[in-house]
């Protein structure tokens, strides 16, 4: 026993060390990846207390105040809420004290950038405290997750626009013919692609002998909505490109495919059903997988959009981040206070809302965790929220095209 109690303290002694090593080394530059790394942890976290915790929280009287036991499923669905609910609490009062940050003399700035072990202590705490909460506030944070889910959805949305346009950009920028037929092949490749897709779609949700119009209107409003897109893209007025045409379809044509893969294992027209598990474990994979690139990507490129992260003030805004500033440029910085390259309350908030997104994912916004063991992410209110969100992707990168020309004056 005494052995034992010693092996224990040396793995706690060892394990604060590593964690104290790890927190000094993050800099002001890597302390947006540290967040990354940080709400990474979450999921981890949430996935696994999804699958262990369940027999412990039936024992706290607290949570299973109940006159009969609700399944196991719903308490696995409770503690992905409440870890999720930690993670939001740990972002949102961190976007709160961040408001109003211009410049990096603001001691604001350090507390963004610094003070990391305090961070990781707290996040602990907010986290485990959430177990004590009743139910009835776990609840309430379910119900408004859907809601900050679908916005996180268009941010993802508005952050895939700012992906492609950039990339289109680039390619165009180096004004040789290599990269001009580099755009025209991968775009060609999207396009084949997207087209592929449909035709897998039409063989899987519409089986002959079903009547299956509401899958064939969904597939055929996406192939609709492709042509317009690149109708649009290539038409003389629109100072548009084939590139980000191409992607945005193809993302359309796969969130048409996520929405339909979600629809109810005894839905006659889901020809996935016998493989509902596989699919429901991919498509979790996959949206968890897109849900941390994207707060990667607006960690790392945080100072390259005016109109999404960058504060007008910035004298970044709407240049790249990933660029290295030279020497001069690194001495005069010291010098002179400078504004701060982007907004840290909006970039807080984003993992806010992902932190809602990712509890919705795990838990298949919270209709049909476990309704068939492990299925997630399965029914008619996921369905819904895929395909609404393929529209509003198509509404907002057609309004990119056209918006310059409706209003000349303005800059987008």
């Known amino acids: 026993m005494w052995a034992a109690s010693c092996l224990a303290s040396c793995c706690a002694a060892c394990a604060c ?213 690149a109708i649009v893209a290539l038409h003389p007025a629109v100072s548009g490109s084939i590139l980000p045409a191409s992607i945005i379809s193809f993302y359309c044509m796969y969130l048409c495919y996520s929405g339909l893969a979600s629809e109810p294992r005894e839905y006659e027209c889901n020809g996935l059903h016998k493989h509902s598990k596989a699919v429901s474990t991919g498509t979790l994979t996959i949206g968890l997988l897109t849900t941390v690139l994207s707060v990667v990507y607006s960690a790392v490129r945080a100072g390259s959009s005016t109109t999404l992260l960058s504060p007008p003030s910035s004298p970044r805004a709407g240049k790249p981040l990933l660029p290295l500033e030279n020497k001069t440029e690194a001495k005069h910085d010291e010098e002179k206070a400078k504004p701060v390259t982007y907004s840290y309350a909006f970039f807080h908030i984003i993992f806010s809302l992902a932190s809602m997104y990712s509890a919705m994912l795990l838990t298949g916004w919270s209709t049909s965790v476990g309704g068939s063991g492990k299925l997630v992410d399965v029914g008619w209110s996921s369905v819904w929220v895929r395909i609404v969100t393929g529209w509003a992707t198509a509404a907002l990168y057609l309004w990119s095209l056209v918006a310059p020309i409706m209003f000349p004056d303005r800059e987008f």
């Open 17 to 229: 060390d590593a964690c104290r090593t790890v927190v000094s080394g993050i800099s002001r530059r890597s302390a947006r990846i540290a967040y990354c790394g940080l709400f990474s942890l979450s999921l981890i976290v949430s996935w696994i207390l999804r699958e262990v915790a369940a027999p412990l929280m039936e024992k706290l009287p607290w949570i299973n105040h109940f006159h009969q036991t609700p399944d196991r499923e719903w308490f696995e669905t409770d503690a992905v809420l409440r870890v999720s609910l930690g993670n939001f609490l740990f972002f949102t009062i961190l976007a709160v004290l961040m408001v109003g940050v211009k410049n990096q003399k603001d001691p604001r700035d350090s507390l963004h950038h610094g003070g990391w072990m305090m961070k990781v202590i707290c996040w602990c705490i907010l986290v485990i405290f959430m177990f004590f909460l009743p139910n009835e506030i776990v609840s309430f944070y379910e119900s408004i997750s859907k809601f900050g889910s679908g916005l996180f959805l268009l941010v993802q949305v508005v952050l895939l626009l700012d992906f492609v346009h950039g990339w289109n950009d680039k390619w165009v920028g180096y004004g040789e013919q290599f990269w001009y037929i580099a755009l025209f092949v991968v775009s060609l490749v999207c396009y084949l692609a997207t087209f592929v897709f449909s035709g897998f779609l039409f063989h899987w949700f519409t089986p002959s002998g079903q009547d299956c119009g509401l899958n064939t209107f969904f597939i055929v409003m996406t192939l609709i909505v492709v042509f317009v897109f």
